[in-house]
């Protein structure tokens, strides 16, 4: 019997610049390669070229320093570890949320996504930083290569390679350290948006000239789907050119599977208005009793209109709101008398003046499009009919960037300036709104205040959604000098967690009656432990010799069940299910089956294949098609012993069961 190759997750030996995409070639275009090894470019050449696609010489693209080191990073296997936070994730209102919170650096959590997420994200927006020189932006990065090692696996000149590892280890600011910050985080990110998903990427002047050509490499310049310009602030300061937005930059994963139109949730509310006016109006032909109705229906319905929860009236025409745009907006407006039905008296004149010349108020009366108060005290509206209701996501957004300050204070009213420049949640819900659908996965890798959480949560409770959301913020430590700090926020993170709590609380407060998810669940990444990985690149005699798996706790464990589920395609919310196999306790989730401790004996081993036997019972849903060992509590004896039976055992459900030996 031959020993089972194992699977080590955190090896990154064979890792260079191009392995994956030559993998993925390899999958997909076997005939490109010889016996060798060696790619036949004229093959592939031919294989396009038959489909009328031409082969072009030209392009263009951004170099700098470091782009090479950026792709190994993008492809290199995660380092760490992912652990729960097991007291806040079991309590009520978190232990069956499917939001997600994860503490750690973005790019190994993103590297942990890739298993269970791929493919799967609906919706990202970063903020990421803009690198103005004072955002406090640093590259930082903990892995070590020696210029050897680099140059080898970079596939570049040991000179480059020097210089790619001073800059990377001194903390730089430059150009080139920001893009090779953000190019595998952006590489990753494309992996796991589905075909129709979207990225909106927050960014000023700074780097929105290299972020627009990184990303037509990463995403492909087809795939462009626009440039939002948001009106964010008014700069009255003598300069050249006041400069008073900034920019979200807009790709899509594949333009052509994304919708040819967007439409928000409002779009849905106005169809049901409509369908909701025009029901109502075959049945009461009287409008008393047509108003009446509709007021019972609006009532009873408000929550589920969001910013349409004004459509209030209805009459033959159809629901409809009042409008202040009567009123003049500037001075010396036209004055004339309107007369209230009613009272006969004129009513009250807007302070300019009305917008328009008297013939065309007499046209609007004549049309019946002029709202009047009870009495002639209040200023006249001019109906709005929710059929005229036209809903976009412009290129020019405006809203003042203050909002999101005052909406954190709202949260934190004890903490003057709890996060500098958070984003207003009005302008991620309605990014959101348009991008996604009900049941989508949101994801933000640069989670902040929280933001994206806070309007995630809002929208859902406006439209009855149900969205998720999965935030990732690194540990960083605020500033000791800042009010967060003094007000005991040690970290970013804290600020994050804290934040998206109280936006849940506010939230459920304001809808006592949304049964919406309003929890999440918290992980974080966490180093492999301390001699995990030493010698095992040889996997040689018994497992004594190397990392002592016995010694691991029960917490321990669990980190490496939740790394390892993730990895195996299983979302991190989804709990596994401890299964007794006579005595010893396995964990599985729905097709795959984890024995992670020792004393695996004979009578375990014939409970399991009992129950693959099982068609009906209790066991008629144990589908396990793979069984993954923990190496470390396995010796080699073991490992082979179960491997051969369950390969040569014929199971009633005719199931093809795989062993994996995994460290």
């Known amino acids: 019997m031959n020993q089972i190759k194992p699977e080590i997750l955190a090896d990154n030996s064979e890792t260079t610049i191009n392995s994956q995409q030559v993998a993925t070639l390899k999958k997909h275009f076997p005939q490109c390669f010889d016996k060798e090894g060696n790619f036949i470019a004229e093959k592939l050449n031919e294989i396009i070229s038959s489909s009328g696609t031409a082969f ?16 190994l990073l993008a492809n290199e296997n995660p380092l760490t570890l992912l652990a729960e936070d097991k007291e806040h994730n079991q309590k009520p209102e978190n232990q069956d949320s499917e939001n997600l919170l994860i503490k750690g650096d973005n790019l190994e959590v993103l590297k942990h996504l890739k298993g269970a997420y791929s493919e799967c994200i609906k919706m990202i927006y970063i903020d990421p930083p803009y690198n103005t020189g004072s955002d406090g932006f640093v590259y930082q990065d903990d892995r070590k290569f020696t210029p050897d090692q680099l140059a080898e696996l970079a596939g570049i000149e040991q000179n480059e390679a020097k210089r790619i590892l001073e800059f990377t280890q001194s903390k730089a600011n430059s150009h080139s350290a920001w893009l090779t910050f953000m190019y595998p985080r952006l590489y990753i990110a494309r992996e796991l948006l589905k075909d129709d998903g979207v990225i909106f990427i927050s960014i000023d002047n700074n780097e929105q000239a290299q972020l627009r050509v990184i990303c037509d490499e990463v995403f492909g310049e087809a795939n462009y789907l626009g440039l939002i310009c948001w009106k964010n602030v008014t700069d009255n300061n003598p300069t050249n050119i006041a400069t008073e937005h900034e920019y979200i930059v807009v790709y899509a994963k594949s333009k052509d599977s994304v919708k040819p139109v967007w439409k928000s949730f409002l779009s849905d509310v106005k169809d049901l208005l409509i369908q909701i006016g025009d029901e109502f109006n075959k049945k009461y032909k009287d409008q008393d009793k047509l108003q009446k109705a509709y007021t019972k229906w609006f009532r009873e319905n408000k929550f589920q209109l969001g910013e349409l929860d004004r459509y ?20 010396d407006g036209y004055r004339y008398d309107v007369i209230h039905p009613d009272t006969g008296k004129p009513c009250k004149e807007p302070l300019m003046g ?21 009495d002639h005290n209040k200023i006249i509206e001019l109906k709005v009919y ?39 949640v009005e302008l991620l819900k309605r990014l959101i709104s348009f991008a996604t659908d009900h049941g989508d996965i949101v994801l933000d890798f640069f989670g902040g205040s929280g933001t994206t959480a806070h309007s995630n949560l809002a929208l859902n409770s406006e439209d009855n959604g149900s969205r998720k959301f999965i935030i990732i913020q690194i540990d960083e430590k605020t500033d000791s000098k800042k009010d967060a700090h003094k007000a005991g926020f040690n970290t970013i993170f804290e600020i994050t967690k804290a934040r998206i709590k109280k936006a849940a609380e506010k939230i459920r407060a304001e ?51 939740s790394t390892w589920k993730v990895y195996d395609g299983i979302p991190l919310t989804q709990r596994l299910i401890e299964t007794d196999l006579a005595g010893y306790i396995a964990y599985r989730h729905d097709r795959v089956l984890y024995l992670m401790h020792q004393g695996f004996r004979t009578e375990s081993l014939k409970a399991f294949l009992s129950r693959l036997d099982e068609t009906d019972g209790d066991d008629k849903n144990f589908d396990v098609e793979k069984v993954v060992l ?34």
């Open 386 to 424: 929710a059929k005229d209701f036209k809903d976009k996501l412009s290129s020019i957004f405006v809203l003042d960037g203050r909002v999101g300050a005052t909406e954190l204070r709202d949260l934190f009213p004890d903490v003057k300036t709890i996060f500098t420049n958070p984003k207003p």
């Open 354 to 374: 009305y917008r328009f010349p008297e013939s065309t108020m007499k046209e609007l009366l004549d049309n019946d499009r002029v709202l009047f108060g009870k």
């Open 630 to 663: 923990f190496g470390y509590n396995f010796d080699s004896k073991n490992q082979l012993e179960i491997n051969e039976a369950v390969r040569q055992y014929q199971n009633r459900k005719e199931k093809t069961v795989s062993v994996l030996v995994r460290y």
């Open 511 to 561: 809808n006592p009656d949304y049964n919406g998810d309003l929890g999440f669940q918290i992980f974080e990444t966490l180093p492999v432990f301390e001699g995990y990985l030493d010698n095992i690149e040889t996997l040689e005699g018994e497992q004594g010799e190397l990392f002592d798996g016995s010694a691991l706790s029960d917490d321990q464990l669990e980190h490496l069940l």
């Open 56 to 71: 072009s010489k030209e392009s263009y693209g951004l170099s700098w320093l470091g782009k090479s080191y950026a792709r």
């Open 312 to 331: 209030k009236y209805i009459d033959e025409e159809g629901v409809y709101t009042g409008s202040q745009s009567v009123h003049n907006p500037g001075k």
